[in-house]
């Protein structure tokens, strides 16, 4: 029986490991940690993230051929292929400090692989990496070895979260990278293996190494490109009468555009594109390529643009003040079925208006107060550490109450942001809410899903990002 180990039983260990395990039943796959409530969470009834679909591949597998331990040295020491798929933050001091990813829990790792290791073996990147990490990490493994063989694959992950399910049980591709000799391409076929239980052999890509680990950046970079893209656009839109939407259709219906990833909003989130683009443009400026390095930053730029902008037309809108206003934000997490709020725009679009002293109640149907007000407190990139290491911040922010309702989240309310776009948002009784609210009363719909006519018959000043304008928005100015 081939035995998995995964490393890091997170967003991606938990759910890749999970679906390993149930379409290869005579694969044996332990997903380790070293946080212990991490993995009480995935030996509980409560998972510890929420992602349609995945509770019940759990239960299917898990005490069979699936487990989740904190013995991290044991289940390393007796597999056959490792998964490593910790952390890989933005570094936030030293050299290349807010750009270069930070692989202190990558380099622990490989050094644990090298010291309790008794037999050869496979170890995969799944974790995303800076190309050329295969290098140091074999490095690492084979200075330490004892004469243990080691194989070096990236097999980056390509899953979105909300759709991690469906996206593993039907992949576009799995990229697998390897060393072009006789080894390698003896890892890169064991590997094969195991995706060929499901996944078509056509959807299966091999290249080397190098291609594998930039694929990666380079698919995060493409995507976030478009999403800046459309969001330039809106921004244009606004100050012409043109309609994003109509806009973005029609550049889509062109088969070589397509339609898929050019949804405007308030800024894309996620704990991956932000970290993966600075990541990128950091290896450009280290090969000498600064105008790359540039080309690649300004989609980073637009879209801390983007959330400006927003905030910019609330307080403008607003006679120019939030203070003491009470603003309700409807969504917290960065996209709709997940509870993840990692570099999600609601935190740089909360922290705009409490600096401009407004009172914020939040409501998201998956994120806690807690985690709500950690964020808010934390610095940024320090959410990108395993849980325990994160520092717990002792303040609140005290012009922040969390709810559980949308109704009670917009009571006595000045103004509604929509920061996600939870399907529950568009069957609200929006004619409830006016009653209740202070007036005039505003929407700001970041992630347009509202229907922008029917709330302005019942009365509300309405602003949707990249759509013709209210009159009453057309007076004010809203520079970023
Ligand atoms: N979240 C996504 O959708 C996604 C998709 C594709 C790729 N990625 C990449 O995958 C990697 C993991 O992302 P994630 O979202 O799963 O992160 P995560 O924070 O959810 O999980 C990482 C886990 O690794 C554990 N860990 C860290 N160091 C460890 C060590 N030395 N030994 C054992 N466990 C250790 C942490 O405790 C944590 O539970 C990152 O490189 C990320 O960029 C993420
Ligand atoms: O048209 C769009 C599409 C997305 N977004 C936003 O972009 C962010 C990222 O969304 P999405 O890509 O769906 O989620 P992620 O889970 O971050 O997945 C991305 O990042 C992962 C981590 O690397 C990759 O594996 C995935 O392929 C890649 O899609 C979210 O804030 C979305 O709201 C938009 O604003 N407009």
């Known amino acids: ?68 331990s904190t013995d991290v040295e044991k289940h390393v020491r007796e597999a056959d292929i490792v998964f490593v798929s910790v952390n890989t933050p933005t570094k936030t001091r030293g050299l290349g400090a807010g750009k270069a990813a930070d692989l202190t829990y990558w380099e622990s790792a490989a050094r644990m692989i090298a010291d309790v290791s008794v037999s050869d073996k496979i170890v995969v990147e799944k974790s995303t990496v800076p190309v050329k990490t295969a290098e140091a990490i074999e490095k690492i493994l084979t200075h330490n070895s004892k004469g243990i063989k080691f194989q070096i694959l ?20 799995v990229l697998i990278g ?36 930039l694929s990666k950046l380079a698919a995060n970079a493409f995507l976030a490109q478009r999403i800046s893209s459309v969001n330039a656009m809106s921004a244009l839109c606004e100050a012409t009468g043109a309609n994003v939407s109509e806009v973005s259709y029609a550049v889509g219906k062109d088969s070589r555009i397509g339609p898929k990833f050019l949804n405007s909003s308030v800024g894309f989130g996620g704990s991956c594109f932000q970290k993966d683009i600075l990541n990128l443009v950091y290896i450009c400026e280290c090969n000498g390529l600064p105008e790359v390095a540039e080309y690649w930053k300004q989609v980073i730029k637009i879209n801390d643009y983007q959330k400006t902008r927003f905030v910019n037309r609330i307080v403008s809108s607003m006679f120019n003040t939030v203070s003491n206003k009470k603003i309700a ?105 006016f009653e209740n609210m202070q007036k005039p009363a505003f929407v700001f719909d970041g992630r347009n899903v509202v229907d922008a006519e029917k709330l302005r018959k019942i009365g509300f000043i309405v602003y949707s990002i990249g759509k013709p304008l209210d009159q009453w928005l057309k007076d004010m100015p809203a520079l970023a």
Not at 340 to 353: N, S, W
Request: with cysteine.
């Open 1 to 68: 029986m081939v035995k998995i180990c995964c490393i890091g039983a997170g967003y991606v260990g938990g759910p890749t490991m999970a679906v390993i395990a149930l379409k290869c039943p005579s694969v044996e796959v332990a997903v380790v940690d070293i946080s212990v409530p991490r993995i009480n969470a995935w030996n509980s009834d409560q998972l510890p993230i929420y992602e349609p679909g995945l509770d019940d591949v759990v239960k299917q597998c898990r005490g069979k051929n699936l487990f989740f």
């Open 154 to 173: 990236s097999n980056p992950e390509f899953l979105a979260e909300g759709t991690a399910i469906e996206d593993l049980f039907m992949p576009d591709r």
């Open 178 to 213: 390897g060393r072009e000799t006789p080894e390698g391409f003896a890892a890169v076929k064991a590997l094969k293996d195991v995706y060929a239980q499901w996944v078509p052999e056509e959807r299966i890509l091999t290249t080397n190494l190098w291609s594998a680990e």
């Open 329 to 433: 934000v409807l969504g917290f997490a960065f996209k709709k079925d997940t509870g993840d709020t990692r570099e999600t725009p609601a935190i740089d679009v909360c922290k705009g208006l409490l600096g401009d002293k407004a009172r914020l109640s939040i409501y998201d149907p998956q994120v806690t107060e807690e985690q709500i007000q950690r964020d808010l407190t934390m610095n940024k990139f320090d959410w990108d550490h395993p849980l325990h290491l994160q520092p717990m911040s002792p303040t609140t922010v005290k012009q922040v109450s969390v709810v559980w309702d949308a109704y009670e989240a917009t009571k006595d309310a000045h103004g509604i942001c929509i920061l996600t776009e939870w399907d529950e948002f568009k069957k609200l009784d929006f004619e409830k809410i």
